[in-house]
């Protein structure tokens, strides 16, 4: 059964710096792209960042770029999120979800909240 | 960036009924559309890919069509469960992928 599972979420003032991790199972983790996609409370999806199946390309949202970064460890099935300088906008709900051209699983989120 | 628009915003309907949601992209996206439901505090799920084929384990009552750039998602004598809200994506031309901004099934 492929799975994905957030962690890392939590309480961050404006400025701060967190970072978040998804684990996975199931499925041959470096044969895959890898995306975050972001979900501001009760709002829509949002695209945040891409890593290829070999870390060769990696793509960011203009909303993040120069303040996020990606990264993925193949050998442990793992996926990073680093985030610094950290906003109230980026107050969502992020997910990862796996890569097949569409997005065809995801895992449960993790909520980040940016806030004094 | 590919500007993906989602009609009705809200859709309020009765269980046993027929529904169909538009999704229009700001430009040809062929048929690299995806769709997903999402319902409230789940993570999304996907629904139908390449525009029309539906993703494993979804039921024949949701069907997909269009090319280009629009794009509707069919439901077929809607069951309680399928009351949620819906969302449209196109991977064709990325980055960014771009999502609609959703539309809200609810019961009449």
């Known amino acids: 059964e492929v799975q994905l599972v957030e962690s890392g979420g939590g309480l961050v003032k404006p400025g701060g710096s967190l970072r978040l991790s998804c684990a996975a199972s199931g499925f041959t983790f470096s044969n895959y792209n890898i995306n975050w996609v972001r979900q501001a409370p009760g709002k829509g999806l949002e695209w945040v960042s891409s890593?290829?199946?070999?870390?060769?390309?990696?793509y960011y949202a203009d909303s993040v770029k120069g303040r996020f970064t990606i990264s993925r460890d193949n050998a442990k099935n793992s996926l990073s999120l680093q985030m610094n300088s950290l906003r109230a906008e980026d107050t969502a709900v992020y997910y990862c979800a796996r890569d097949s051209s569409s997005f065809d699983y995801w895992g449960q989120g993790t909520l980040v909240t940016v806030s004094s | 960036e590919i500007v993906m628009t989602q009609s009705p915003a809200t859709l309020s309907v009765s269980p046993g009924e027929t529904v169909t949601l538009s999704c229009r992209a700001g430009?040809?996206?062929?048929?690299?559309v995806a769709w997903y439901q999402q319902k409230p505090g789940q993570a999304p799920s996907l629904l139908i890919y390449?525009?029309?084929t539906r993703a494993t384990g979804i039921p024949a009552r949701f069907s997909g069509s269009g090319s280009g750039t629009e794009f509707t998602l069919t439901i077929s004598s809607l069951q309680s469960e399928d009351f949620a809200v819906y969302y449209c994506q196109q991977y064709n031309n990325w980055p960014p992928y771009s999502f609609g901004q959703g539309t809200k099934l609810e019961i009449k």
């Open positions: 890593i290829s199946s070999s870390s060769s390309y990696i």
């Open positions: 390449g525009a029309s």
């Open positions: 430009q040809s996206v062929n048929s690299n």
